[in-house]
């Protein structure tokens, strides 16, 4: 990568507000498919769990009313966000209720219709994650409507919209977004050794205590049944805290898996997924 793309990265990251979020899985599975996403296994493990695909909005609202408006929410999660018809009215929701709201999108699944909605609100984040030329992504879903819609964000007054490439940008998109709104990286997180180890090596473990460098413990997943996963690593659901159509917000951090998350933090034996996740820092 060069220089000055880990600068724009650095620079992105930069950008994204610290503090806690709730992020949302809409849907079980993706159909966009990444290599160097491990959905599979997280749709997979979801699937034994739950027979819920879609996050209905009734159980979102519900589960939302249990979350301080402190927290902002994310779409995001394991799974392209606007898979789910009702996630446009999500964000709505969302952001009516006093959450700040962040968007993680590669835009398959909105439309038009959407787009328009969502001009009318304010975001703290907004990062569209755009195609690349195939040799990460699936080309086939970069048609004539998601380039019009590219087309309408580009023009679009979201002021803090930015558009994000893992690899090389597709060519039909490279003359769309300008460059100096692209931020270039590749895959670079083995989603806690979860990403197939030939496009992202799992990093050697982290022995003894450890602290999460961004502290995302603290930015956890919603998942289509209402369980709450312990950050955007935990593809496979190794650590559940709770579930947010049963448990107050506050509880998840009470309760025993998160306070044994804490424990294993803090040096204590047993698996913990932040020993090989990229965020893990050794305790000085
Ligand atoms: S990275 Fe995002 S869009 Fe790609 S397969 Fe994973 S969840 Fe879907
Ligand atoms: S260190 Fe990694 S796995 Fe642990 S909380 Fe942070 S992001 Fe999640």
Redesign the pocket.
């Known amino acids: 990568m060069a220089e000055s793309n880990s600068t724009n990265l650095q620079e992105l990251r930069a950008a994204i507000p610290g503090g806690r979020v709730l992020e949302i899985t809409t849907t079980t599975g993706c159909v966009v498919g990444c290599s160097y996403c491990p959905q599979e296994k997280f749709a997979n493990r979801q699937r034994a769990v739950s027979r819920v695909k879609h996050l209905c909005l009734d159980d979102f609202k519900r589960c939302l009313a249990r979350v301080p408006t402190a927290v902002d929410v994310s779409f995001a999660g394991y799974s392209e966000p606007w898979l789910n018809p009702d996630c446009t009215e999500m964000v709505e929701h969302a952001h009516m209720s006093g959450h700040g709201i962040r968007i993680f999108t590669t835009l398959v699944g909105m439309n038009r219709r959407d787009l328009g909605r969502l001009q009318a609100l304010r975001f703290r984040v907004f990062v569209v994650h755009v195609f690349d030329d195939g040799a990460y992504m699936n080309s086939r879903l970069v048609r004539g409507k998601y380039l019009d819609l590219i087309r309408e964000l580009v023009d679009s007054d979201i002021p803090s919209i930015r558009f994000l490439v893992l690899g090389e940008v597709h060519p039909d998109i490279a003359g769309i977004v300008p460059a100096g709104a692209l931020v270039r990286t590749r895959p670079l997180s083995s989603r806690?050794g979860s990403v197939d180890s030939r496009i992202v090596e799992t990093r050697p473990r982290v022995v003894g205590a450890?602290?999460?460098?961004?502290?995302?413990?603290y930015?956890n997943v919603l998942l289509p049944n209402g369980d709450v996963a312990?950050?955007?690593?935990?593809f496979e659901r190794r650590?559940v805290l709770g579930n947010l159509l049963r448990d107050e917000y506050q509880e998840l951090f009470e309760g025993p898996v998160f306070r044994e998350?804490a424990d294993r933090?803090n040096g204590k034996d047993g698996f913990?997924?932040?020993r090989?996740?990229?965020?893990?820092?050794a305790k000085k």
């Open positions: 806690g450890l602290t999460c460098a961004e502290e995302r413990q930015r312990l950050c955007c690593m935990d650590h998350i933090m913990l997924l932040c090989v996740c990229e965020f893990a820092e």
